[in-house]
């Protein structure tokens, strides 16, 4: 294919909105913190998104946003007839907080649904990695065992540790690292065993061992948890929706009956 054929092959946020962010970005460097690109370095990292958006773009995604929401309602409270000025002024101020926080609130969105996804996969990979350590391979080989079987976010950020350890990244820095950027507290755990295993020269296979009951162990308490949470969230639409209408049928008749015995 021509070099034409393959940029039309591109997504249009890639082809379109990801330069045009990338120009504003420039304009917005100054209006940006040190502080607040590292923490939206960090969001961003945490939602896998680091290969398609820079914490930059993101801020300049925010303004475009915040502005094309304002233009849009305040354009609306013109356009409809009886607003006054103060409505206008309000619609405008609430399409600024609306485009300015949907961005990152849908960021944080994708954060958490990609932190469930993972914590759903880590028993099974913890298996793997187990079962592939105690049959002699090593641990890098047992990673690279669980990235050819397993897919998902998981399965990617072992084989980008791999590529930083294969490139001669400390294997122990390369395990901090993605603790660090998945920020998941049962992967984290599994990491600081795993770089305590090595400092300390215990069998990887053991402590693989305890890391996957203890997570599975975890998990079950979740989930026994969350039966235990059913009854009282079902005791609020039964209230509101299923009880007034066992009442209706109950005392419907009685309450015909009592109103005509009086009316005779």
């Known amino acids: 294919p021509t070099l034409r054929e393959q940029e039309l092959k591109a997504p249009l946020f890639q082809r379109i909105i990801k330069p045009l962010l990338a120009r504003l ?31 930059r773009e993101l801020l300049a995604l ?18 409809m007839a009886g607003r006054s000025l103060f409505q206008i002024i309000l619609l405008g101020t609430a399409g600024l907080a609306l485009g300015w926080f949907v961005p990152e609130l849908l960021l944080n ?15 099974d990979v913890m298996d793997l990695l187990t079962v592939s350590v105690e049959a ?59 770089i305590l295993a090595d400092q300390l020269g215990i069998s990887i296979g053991n402590i693989l061992r305890v890391q996957s009951d203890q997570i599975r162990m ?13 009854p009282v969230k079902m005791l609020i639409p039964m209230v509101l929706f299923i009880f007034p209408a066992i009442f209706v049928v109950l005392l419907g008749p009685a309450v015909i009956q009592i109103s005509k015995a009086f009316s005779n």
């Open 62 to 79: 925010k303004y475009l946003a915040a502005a094309g929401t304002a233009t849009t309602l305040l354009i609306t409270g013109k356009i």
């Open 218 to 230: 975890k998990r079950r308490q979740a989930a026994e948890e969350m039966a235990m949470k059913a």
């Open 109 to 123: 969105k994708k954060i958490l649904d990609r932190k469930k996804e993972i914590e759903k996969s880590l028993p």
């Open 136 to 194: 002699g391979l090593s641990f890098d080989g047992a990673l690279m065992k669980v990235t050819e079987k397993k897919r998902g976010d998981l399965s990617e950020e072992f084989t980008k540790m791999l590529q930083e350890i294969k490139i001669g990244r400390p294997r122990l820095e390369a395990l901090r690292d993605l603790s660090r950027r998945l920020d998941v507290d049962d992967l984290s755990a599994f990491a600081g065993a795993v």
């Open 25 to 55: 970005s420039l304009f917005m460097v100054k209006m940006l913190p040190a502080e607040k690109e590292a923490e939206l370095a960090g969001k961003i990292s945490r939602a896998g998104l680091s290969q398609k958006i820079t914490p």
